[in-house]
């Protein structure tokens, strides 16, 4: 699956949350599954996708992710839920 991409992955539904962008959306939430991405999210254990959208350009995804990351928890968690309201892990429906 690539293209550009925001994403948010989390430890536990409606838990701490990290919002990433990336050009290809199943290796980068394989690296959050392995442990491999340094800092906060592996701090955290940030491993479960649970939100994403494609965007048509880097420069599109790149703004929503600052945006996003600006965003109160609330409004994240409202993102989330909007998407995907039983918080299920999306990882098995991108490696499809």
């Not at 690296?31 to 254990?45: L, M, N, V």
């Not at 609330?74 to 299920?88: A, D, G, I």
Request: with cysteine; charged share 30%; hydrophobic share 30%.
């Amino acid at each position: 699956m690539t293209g550009c991409f925001v994403y948010l992955v989390t430890n536990v539904p409606r838990g701490t949350l990290y919002t990433g962008v990336t050009n290809d959306l199943i290796r980068r939430v394989h690296e959050h599954r392995e442990g491999q991405t340094k800092g906060f999210s592996q701090r955290y254990d940030l491993k479960m996708l649970v939100y994403y959208e494609r965007h048509n350009t880097p420069r599109s995804a790149i703004r929503r992710e600052k945006n996003t990351k600006h965003w109160s928890r609330q409004r994240k968690l409202e993102l989330v839920e909007s998407f995907n309201p039983r918080w299920r892990d999306l990882w098995k429906d991108i490696t499809r």
